[in-house]
């Protein structure tokens, strides 16, 4: 049995991300897919402290992380979480001192996820939403999470960008997308895995 966790955030109570991720519950991943879904709060120490929690408590196959950009048009599958940059403050008034991650991390951890792969077979399904691949999560708190769970899990994450609603998709579509890209990320853990 496969354990997913979900990470919604973003700075507004209800936002997209939460909302499609909502949808994704509704519509599920199928019966083999045990669902652990989570709101983390937009701060940097929420995120120290939830995340190994999250990890160690449920020792997940995969977890996918799902957030809001304003500047997104199309469902972004993100590569890559960058471990310096870290300068705004958060929902807290909060910033890291050394604006890092980790201190002593490397700049840059990538996922084990192929994610032009997984874009391009989501792509090719015809689920009626357009993905992109990005290789920066930004330097706030997607890509803080977002590196932080990488490390964690030793790459076994993913995150997920999603537009604001409406702009262009509905919280329908946007659940729709989710539930088809993650599927398709745990089909490729598989294939890699047989491939072990």
Known sequence: METLGF??????????????VQELEKLGLGE???LYV???????????RLLPSLWEEHQPQLVVHVGVSSYATTVT???CGHNKGYKRKDNCSFCPASRCCMEDGPDCIHSALDMETICKRVNDSGVGV???VSEDAGRYLCGYTYYTSLHLGQGRSAFIHVPPLEKPYSSQELGRALQAVIQE???LLDEDHNQD
């Open 32 to 34: 083999a897919v045990d």
């Open 130 to 132: 357009t993905f992109s």
């Open 7 to 20: 990470e919604p955030f973003g700075e507004h109570a209800v936002n997209s991300s939460w909302v499609a």
């Open 185 to 187: 990320m745990l089909k």
């Open 77 to 79: 599958l993100e590569q």
């Open 38 to 48: 989570c709101e983390v709060p937009v701060e940097y120490q929420a995120v120290q």
